[in-house]
């Protein structure tokens, strides 16, 4: 697995050498010294050759290279040299051993590390689900509305209990969420919003119907989107745009939460909602989906999640 | 009565329906106390008490631009404070100990709190507005709001990724290294440029997350997969999730020193 990183003193280090600080040193040293990584990189490609070759092969090897040393007359230090190599393929390949043990082992780890994450982070979703501060501010709002504005104080009371219900069911059973119903929960707690921050905040969602049947996983695209609002726009006295998209790009589906905000903050803490999703896509998806934050040409900022592209299977009526 | 000329107060909070609110709750609880002007930030709040000069201000403690405590710093002295918030435990418990008055968010749902704080405000109108230094500086710490705060780090790197600028969390980066005038980001998946130079990285990356290791190297910790020496007795770092062999300079070898 990583014969590559056993044989240090290689061509790279000789570059380093180079470009490096030790640049000053003279033309003749600089040639030895290249030499003598030449050297060094050549004896550990062939110990790494020794310590993986099969035996059998070694041995067909050894009796080609005996035959050469019998025509050119100097079989015994061929001989010698073959004794030698048996001896360190018997050392090395104890070795290669003991390392191919030491990797499974750390693997066992990262991946009983990678599920105590992903119940830690399911853990933590159940519980910051729903922010106070989001429940008792909505709660001020309706409270508001319904002396002034009782129709909408009853409407941003529909979509706060549309917002609840869609929240909690997903955490309980282990169906596959779809990206429909991460959309309806996001559009509901961006009805509550808008209500809330008036002209500030300008949701924009346009995700194609016929996507919304795909597999996407819970709660991540409420993180972004709780994310686009606490950090980007909320924080801009002027408030802004927030766009929810979604897209097939090389057979992968991503979903882009754009907003027009304060712009990413290079020190800010990856915080744990960020760091959360990709944890969890790490874990869901083994490396084959992932979490970008870019930052598009007119400011702001435009976080994607792109997972393999997946039709749901239909879920069973409540 | 009529003597004395009527309290003034100024509300601020970002959202409308609140101040709103704040405001019926307090004519219900208070009604000689005149409003003299809303802000929906905290600049506009400190402009309006420096214009109407009113005896009290409602502050929201969450509001863009310039939050409740930064404008309550730069209004200190000058006007009684009293913070609205909607849940925020650790601001609660700093102001049941200091001398300004807070209000829980919504109002409407404690009219009795509501009759204390316009109770307290009336007794406090005779005297002069408390600095509130001692208050302002623990708010600060707790909440984070300007004023101390430890160093922050860069824990992202904006760089350019083919046409796009793209920001990539330190956890990601295996190594920096220079390379002529640009520096190169590895992570493992793929490479970026910046310009910025390890030199002034170094100084804006957490030192427990990165090591220097060569004047042009800089490895993420957490990513060294193990070190080595080549027959020069060069220590050689090897980096999870890249082939690229990292050489250690003699001036950082300590780093690396057997425990």
Same mark, same amino acid.
């Given at each position: 697995?990583?014969?590559?990183?056993?044989?240090?003193?290689?061509?790279?280090?000789?570059?380093?050498?180079?470009?490096?600080?030790?640049?000053?040193?003279?033309?003749?040293?600089?040639?030895?010294?290249?030499?003598?990584?030449?050297?060094?990189?050549?004896?550990?490609?062939?110990?790494?050759?020794?310590? !993986?070759?099969?035996?059998?092969?070694?041995?067909?090897?050894?009796?080609?290279?005996? +035959?050469?040393?019998?025509?050119?007359?100097?079989?015994?230090?061929?001989?010698?040299?073959?004794?030698?190599?048996?001896?360190?393929?018997?050392?090395?390949?104890?070795?290669?051993?003991?390392?191919?043990?030491?990797?499974?082992?750390?693997?066992?780890? $990262?991946?009983?590390?990678?599920?105590?994450?992903?119940?830690?982070?399911?853990?933590?979703?159940?519980?910051?689900?729903?922010?106070?501060?989001?429940?008792? *501010?909505?709660?001020?709002? +309706?409270?508001?509305?319904?002396?002034?504005?009782?129709?909408?104080?009853?409407?941003?009371?529909?979509?706060?209990?549309?917002?609840?219900?869609?929240?909690? =069911?997903?955490?309980?059973?282990?169906?596959?969420?779809?990206?429909?119903?991460?959309?309806?929960?996001?559009?509901?707690?961006?009805?509550?919003?808008?209500?809330?921050?008036?002209?500030?905040?300008?949701?924009?969602?346009?995700? =194609?119907?016929?996507?919304?049947?795909?597999?996407?996983?819970?709660?991540?695209? &409420?993180?972004?989107?709780? *994310?686009?609002?606490?950090?980007?726009?909320?924080?801009?006295?002027?408030?802004?745009?927030?766009?929810?998209?979604?897209?097939?790009?090389?057979?992968?589906?991503?979903?882009?939460?754009?907003?027009?905000?304060?712009? @990413?903050?290079? %020190?800010?803490?990856?915080?744990?909602?960020? /760091?959360?999703?990709? $944890?969890?896509?790490?874990?869901?998806?083994?490396?084959?989906?992932?979490?970008?934050?870019? !930052?598009?040409?007119?400011?702001?900022?435009? /976080?994607? +999640?792109?997972?393999?592209?997946?039709?749901?299977?239909? %879920?069973?009526?409540? | 009565?009529?003597?004395? =000329?009527?309290?003034?107060?100024?509300?601020?909070?970002?959202?409308?329906?609140?101040?709103?609110?704040?405001?019926?709750?307090?004519?219900?609880?208070?009604?000689?106390?005149?409003?003299?002007?809303?802000?929906? *930030?905290?600049?506009?709040?400190?402009?309006?008490?420096? %214009?109407?000069?009113?005896?009290?201000?409602?502050?929201?403690?969450?509001?863009?631009?310039?939050?409740?405590?930064?404008? /309550?710093?730069?209004?200190?002295? &000058?006007?009684?404070?009293? @913070?609205?918030?909607?849940?925020?435990?650790?601001?609660?418990?700093? @102001?049941?100990?200091? /001398?300004?008055?807070?209000?829980?968010?919504?109002?409407?749902?404690?009219?009795?709190?509501?009759?204390?704080?316009?109770?307290?405000?009336?007794?406090? #109108?005779?005297?002069?507005?408390?600095?509130?230094?001692? #208050?302002?500086?623990?708010?600060?710490?707790?909440?984070?709001?300007?004023?101390?705060?430890?160093?922050?780090?860069?824990?992202?790197?904006?760089?350019?990724?083919?046409?796009?600028?793209?920001?990539?969390?330190?956890?990601?980066?295996?190594?920096?290294?220079?390379?002529?005038?640009?520096?190169?980001?590895?992570?493992?998946?793929?490479?970026?440029?910046?310009?910025?130079?390890?030199?002034? #990285? +170094?100084?804006?990356?957490?030192?427990?997350?990165?090591?220097?290791?060569?004047?042009?190297?800089?490895?993420?910790?957490?990513?060294?997969?193990?070190?080595?020496?080549?027959?020069?007795?060069?220590?050689?770092?090897?980096?999870?999730?890249?082939?690229?062999?990292?050489?250690?300079?003699?001036?950082? *070898?300590?780093?690396?020193?057997?425990?």
């Amino acid at each position: 697995m990583n014969t590559d990183q056993r044989s240090p003193g290689t061509d790279d280090a000789a570059e380093t050498g180079k470009s490096g600080p030790g640049s000053r040193q003279s033309g003749a040293r600089q040639t030895l010294q290249e030499i003598g990584d030449g050297i060094a990189a050549a004896w550990w490609r062939f110990f790494d050759w020794l310590a !993986v070759v099969s035996w059998k092969k070694l041995l067909l090897v050894s009796l080609l290279a005996l +035959i050469l040393g019998g025509i050119l007359k100097h079989p015994d230090p061929v001989f010698m040299f073959i004794i030698a190599s048996f001896i360190m393929k018997a050392v090395a390949g104890g070795k290669r051993r003991a390392e191919l043990t030491a990797s499974a082992a750390t693997m066992r780890a $990262e991946k009983e590390q990678l599920e105590r994450t992903v119940l830690e982070a399911r853990m933590e979703a159940l519980q910051a689900q729903i922010e106070p501060h989001f429940l008792f *501010n909505t709660l001020a709002s +309706i409270d508001q509305l319904i002396q002034t504005d009782p129709p909408r104080a009853s409407k941003m009371q529909q979509s706060l209990i549309r917002y609840l219900r869609s929240a909690m =069911p997903q955490m309980r059973d282990g169906s596959r969420p779809s990206l429909g119903q991460q959309i309806n929960l996001c559009t509901a707690f961006l009805e509550i919003m808008a209500v809330r921050m008036e002209e500030r905040l300008q949701p924009v969602v346009s995700v =194609p119907e016929g996507l919304k049947s795909a597999v996407f996983p819970s709660m991540m695209l &409420q993180t972004l989107v709780e *994310n686009a609002i606490k950090h980007g726009l909320e924080p801009k006295p002027e408030g802004g745009r927030l766009e929810i998209g979604a897209e097939i790009v090389d057979g992968q589906l991503a979903v882009h939460v754009l907003d027009t905000g304060m712009g @990413f903050m290079p %020190s800010a803490e990856a915080g744990v909602g960020l /760091a959360n999703v990709r $944890e969890r896509l790490k874990a869901l998806y083994n490396g084959r989906a992932e979490l970008i934050i870019s !930052v598009p040409p007119a400011g702001g900022t435009c /976080a994607t +999640i792109k997972v393999p592209y997946e039709i749901a299977p239909a %879920s069973p009526p409540p | 009565m009529n003597a004395l =000329p009527a309290p003034t107060a100024v509300i601020a909070d970002d959202e409308r329906l609140m101040r709103d609110q704040i405001i019926a709750s307090l004519k219900q609880a208070w009604p000689e106390l005149v409003i003299v002007g809303e802000a929906s *930030n905290g600049r506009e709040a400190v402009a309006m008490v420096q %214009s109407e000069e009113p005896d009290i201000v409602f502050l929201d403690i969450n509001m863009p631009g310039m939050d409740g405590i930064q404008a /309550a710093k730069a209004l200190a002295g &000058q006007v009684h404070v009293v @913070f609205v918030t909607a849940h925020d435990q650790y601001a609660i418990t700093a @102001f049941e100990h200091g /001398a300004v008055d807070y209000l829980l968010k919504p109002a409407s749902a404690d009219p009795e709190r509501v009759a204390l704080t316009c109770e307290r405000l009336r007794a406090r #109108l005779k005297q002069a507005p408390d600095p509130m230094n001692d #208050l302002l500086a623990q708010l600060s710490q707790r909440l984070g709001a300007g004023g101390l705060k430890p160093r922050e780090y860069m824990r992202w790197v904006q760089a350019s990724v083919g046409a796009n600028i793209r920001m990539i969390p330190t956890s990601d980066i295996l190594f920096f290294r220079a390379e002529d005038k640009y520096t190169r980001v590895q992570t493992p998946g793929f490479e970026a440029l910046i310009r910025k130079p390890i030199k002034e #990285l +170094i100084d804006e990356l957490d030192p427990d997350e990165f090591w220097q290791i060569h004047r042009s190297t800089v490895v993420r910790v957490d990513a060294v997969g193990e070190v080595s020496r080549d027959f020069r007795g060069r220590q050689i770092v090897h980096v999870k999730g890249s082939a690229e062999k990292l050489e250690v300079s003699r001036t950082f *070898n300590h780093l690396f020193k057997q425990m």
